[in-house]
């Protein structure tokens, strides 16, 4: 019987993937503050660090990527030079700059060219944690996004993917054996409440904590009423992006990698150019489909920089949650490793505090994410 686990979690809000909100309760991770969980992750870098030789060695663990995906690249870079094989994988988008304001006949050329119409989700090229992505309803919403965006930069405009499903697969291939594996996946479940018929959406929040910070979080802005009484049963979504940041939940789906998902997305990152470590970030539209390895589409990719998210399932201790991060980060410098050997260099530490103050510095700048 397929992932005995995963079912048990399905009864409560279940939608159109088998999924659901369940588990309001925060991981161990979740409730620790981010500077705890830095200290041990940054000694073990820098164990790392001295035992390879070098403090920025991740930067080149995928060579065709700006600093290897670990900060300061764009997300079109990992989309550009992917294959026919990638690509059919991949959710249809197209870039706008933002280095003049467009006209609406530009804007609608610009998407009937990739194939888009709206609904449309609009985020940075340049992102992070789901700042500054929105889902964009209308050419209106678009233009408006459009001019609250920072200047001179690019936005994405990619195709809306309404399935309930979004996972996170960890993917890794050794350079010298050029085998490819999944290392971790990840469940996300949305923030949202179910109505009862009687209270508010502010009311039904009031009672789950986890859905609470989709208001509370910073730059994001809900597009929900909050007075509105959703009726009996009635599945409320609370936010676009799926972070823990706006009250997501991570489930750890280890049970779903089967060789047929290892083989669909070995194909798909062996069609991009050199890519060895990330994570792809997919929509899906039921659960034994995914481990069937089909009825997926990529809506991003994360390089070096990807975190570990099923850990930060409420069901996985701390010392488990330390130990997928642990071997995440030694995957990560063993490949800059290999990658040195071929003659790659990597990046200096002031030219990767440079990339990473400019990534930070725009996303204060961004639109906020609904």
Known sequence: MIHAKLQADTCVDAGPAGLSGS?????????????????????????????????TLPTIANPAI??????????LEYFDGMGPIALSATAAYCAVSTHKRHSAAELRQIMQGAGLSFPVIAKPDLGLCGYGVRLVANRVELREYLRAFPVRETVVLQQYLPYEGEAGIFYVRDPQADAGRILGLALRYFARVS????????????????????????????SYN????????????????????????????????TPQLTRAIDAI????PAFYF???????????DLAAGCGFSIMEINGAGSE??????????????????FKKQRILFAIGHAMRRKGFKPLGVLALALLNRRQNQLVERYPPSN
């Open 23 to 55: 588990g309001r309760g925060r991981s161990t991770l979740e409730r620790m503050p981010k500077w705890l969980i830095c200290i041990p992750l940054t000694l073990q870098w820098l164990w790392l660090a001295l035992r390879y030789q070098s403090l």
């Open 66 to 75: 700006t600093a290897g995906g670990l900060v300061g690249e764009g997300k």
């Open 195 to 222: 109505g009862d018929g009687v209270h508010s959406i502010a009311q039904l929040m009031a009672t789950d904590p986890r859905a609470q910070r989709s208001r509370q979080s910073a730059r994001h802005q809900p």
């Open 226 to 257: 909050p007075s509105r009484i959703p009726r009996a049963g009635e599945v409320v979504r609370l936010a676009t992006i799926g972070s823990t940041r706006v009250g997501g939940l991570y489930r750890d789906g280890q049970s779903l990698i």
């Open 269 to 272: 990152a062996r069609d991009m």
């Open 278 to 288: 990330g994570r792809f970030d997919v929509r899906f539209e039921s659960l034994q």
């Open 308 to 325: 570990a998210i099923q850990a930060w399932d409420p069901d996985t201790d701390m010392v488990a949650g330390f130990r997928m991060i």
